[in-house]
């Protein structure tokens, strides 16, 4: 009895489920790994190095479907190297891809987008450093507010709208750009950027109406985001998303969450005209203040300088942008947030003295004034006229103070 029942687990295995078996183990999946930071890594799988020395890019192909272990050994600019152990999970017939990412001083890793292996692959995360890939366009008219339609406003977010909403990664986006110096495309913008090639306009147009559709808040937010991860938006784009939050939570958290992902930071003050109380208004410039912008756009065929000793600030901010400055501070209640919010305009932009003294301007106390002034100097595109600033103030204490302030900090 024994021998027959082995006898016949042998026939069963060797002609019936062991094909099954081998076929599903031989179902293997890819695994890219890129860095956000720019900071070079070199990653240990499998018992052997991926690559001979650090890169920004890593991959390791015919990995069988499972979790993998891993080391990443981290290259920052300064200091030593950093160990990172992760698990990432690898699917068969798939293309896993993960970015290695720095938030508040610590390294992570998070898997931003899948794709099937026969198909084309993605472009590289969002606005990582050594190189940045266009956005997709738009596939179709926008459609009918029918039940159950499928819109595709970028090529790597496909969101199904109707009784119950859907974001998925895996269709698969054109090919991604050579790594050479980065292109604006079609955008003329030229200062302080997250991204490099902003969204098309008929795709946000599908996109906002897909948020239309959701009437859920936490939803909405939740596809705002993903619409803000893969794509790199205008600073418009993100107060039309935000305006179309019920909550002021959702909106604060939504302003912050986009600004990794605006190619136009200098105009990203606008934002704020979205948020309703004054403390939301304060919170988020002070938010952004604290995140410099990783990249500059057109910097190397426009001549924009950053300041430093013996050289101002430039270009200046042009009369078309700085239009919308004076109206966003004086809707603004808050004497706080408005200080706030002129802050973070001076931060992004290059002011001349006269727009300098136009938003000082817009201050109701002294105090507030000069403390706008004094911040605002380092960004002057123009310091040599920026003794006609003092014309904003009402007391010859803060003139003077100002004036001495500039000494001191311009050693004259």
């Not at 938030?103 to 995360?125: C, D, H, S, V």
Request: with cysteine; hydrophobic share 35%; charged share 15%.
């Amino acid at each position: 009895m024994l021998f027959a029942y082995i006898w016949t687990m042998a026939k069963f295995w060797a002609g019936g489920f062991l094909p099954i078996l081998l076929l599903a183990q031989g179902k293997t999946g890819d695994l890219i790994l890129i860095s956000e930071t720019g900071e070079p890594f070199r990653l240990y799988m499998g018992g052997e190095w991926i690559s001979e020395g650090p890169v920004t890019r890593a991959e390791v192909h015919d990995l069988p479907e499972g979790p993998q272990r891993a080391t990443i050994y981290i290259h920052p600019t300064e200091g030593k190297v950093i160990q990172l152990r992760r698990t990432f999970y690898v699917e068969g017939g798939m293309i896993e891809y993960y970015a290695l990412r720095k938030r508040k001083g610590q390294y992570t890793t998070i898997l931003y987008n899948r794709a099937p292996k026969a198909e084309t692959p993605p472009p590289a995360p969002p606005q990582p450093l050594p190189s940045s890939t266009p956005s997709g366009t738009s596939s179709g008219q926008p459609p009918s507010p029918s039940q159950n339609t499928t819109i595709i406003f970028n090529p790597t977010i496909q969101v199904q709208t109707g009784s119950g909403t859907q974001v998925n990664t895996s269709a698969p986006p054109s090919a991604p750009a050579s790594p050479t110096t980065p292109q604006i495309g079609n955008s003329s913008y030229v200062g302080p950027c997250n991204c490099f090639i902003p969204m098309s306009r008929e795709s946000f147009t599908q996109a906002l109406q897909t948020l239309r559709q959701e009437p859920f808040d936490q939803t909405r937010l939740e596809i705002a985001k993903t619409i803000a991860r893969q794509n790199c938006l205008l600073a418009q784009d993100v107060r039309s998303m935000i305006q179309m939050l019920e909550f002021e939570d959702s909106r604060l958290e939504l302003a912050k969450f986009a600004y990794d992902y605006v190619h136009d930071l200098s105009n990203y003050f606008t934002v704020a005209e979205a948020l309703t109380f004054a403390n939301s208004r304060e919170e988020l410039m002070r938010y952004i203040r604290s995140r410099p912008a990783r990249q500059q756009c057109g910097l190397a065929s426009s001549g924009l300088t950053t300041p430093s000793p013996g050289r101002p600030c430039g270009p200046c901010m042009s009369p078309q942008s700085f239009s919308q400055v004076i109206p966003t501070l004086s809707s603004i209640a808050s004497e706080t947030a408005r200080l706030e919010t002129a802050k973070q305009i001076a931060s992004t932009n290059c002011l001349s003295s006269e727009q300098v003294r136009e938003i000082c301007r817009t201050l109701s106390s002294e105090t507030s004034r000069l403390a706008f002034a004094k911040y605002a100097y380092s960004r002057s595109c123009d310091p040599q006229n920026y003794f006609i600033v003092t014309q904003a103030f009402s007391s010859t204490a803060s003139q003077q103070e100002l004036m001495q302030y500039i000494q001191g900090v311009s050693g004259r």
